[in-house]
Nanobody, 120 residues
């Protein structure tokens, strides 16, 4: 099994930046794709960005968010710039044995989430 622990969330003003981190442990050799999802109150969990063979983003994240991965540290990052109030959500790290997937049900392991709040 793979365990994931997120960090880096917090409160930031609109237009600001945050960097989220997610450290994986356990059977990390089985992980091919790592991703970030988010869930706002009253909404479904949605895909944000992933890093597998390539890096890919939700339309809303393109140009503002950057995902990066340090395989030596088993860590994936999400640099978020130009944050908006609508980015407020709990952000979850996820890991998949599959390649290039963006649906939550294709991910095998999840972190507990980190809260990101963007004030206007």
């Amino acid at each position: 099994q793979v365990q994931l622990v997120e960090s880096g969330g917090g409160l930031v003003q609109a237009g600001g930046s945050l960097r989220l981190s997610c450290e994986a442990s356990g059977r990390t050799g089985s992980v091919n794709t790592m991703a970030w999802f988010r869930q706002a109150p009253g909404k479904e969990r949605e895909f944000v960005a992933a890093s597998g063979l390539t890096k890919y983003y939700a339309n809303d994240a393109k140009g503002r968010f950057t995902i990066s991965r340090d395989n030596a540290k088993n860590t994936v990052y999400l640099q978020m710039n130009t944050l908006r109030p609508e980015d407020t959500a709990v952000y979850y790290c996820a890991a998949s044995r599959q390649w290039e997937v963006a649906s939550a049900n294709q991910y095998d392991a999840w972190g507990r989430g980190t809260q990101v709040t963007v004030s206007s």
